[in-house]
């Protein structure tokens, strides 16, 4: 769902604002979601042997891209009937 209100304190009528909904696809580039996150998850067991410095960072963040696009269908007279939206992130 996408809506857009100019003014909060004087939003005026719905069918005077842009509304639309729609499904949306959504699509994450370069790697699963554990490693978008950090890397392996800590299961707090300490192991013979293992090194303390678990936690700590060896490297800079990895980058991730994701990207989403759908059709979106128009709820009010100002909004139009349909639009293609399109929406795209770079994290890093």
């Given amino acids: ?42 299961s707090g067991k300490a192991t013979a042997g293992e090194d303390d410095d678990k936690g700590k960072v060896s490297g800079p963040a990895p980058t991730a891209f994701s990207m989403n696009v759908g059709v979106q269908f128009g709820l009010t007279d100002a909004t139009s009937n349909t639009a293609l939206k399109f929406h795209g992130s770079l994290a890093f």
């Fill in 1 to 42: 769902m996408f809506g857009e209100i100019e003014d909060l304190a004087n939003a005026g009528s719905f069918d005077s604002q842009v509304h639309s909904i729609g499904p949306t696809m959504f699509y994450n580039f370069g790697g699963d979601e554990t490693e978008a996150k950090g890397g392996e998850q800590d």
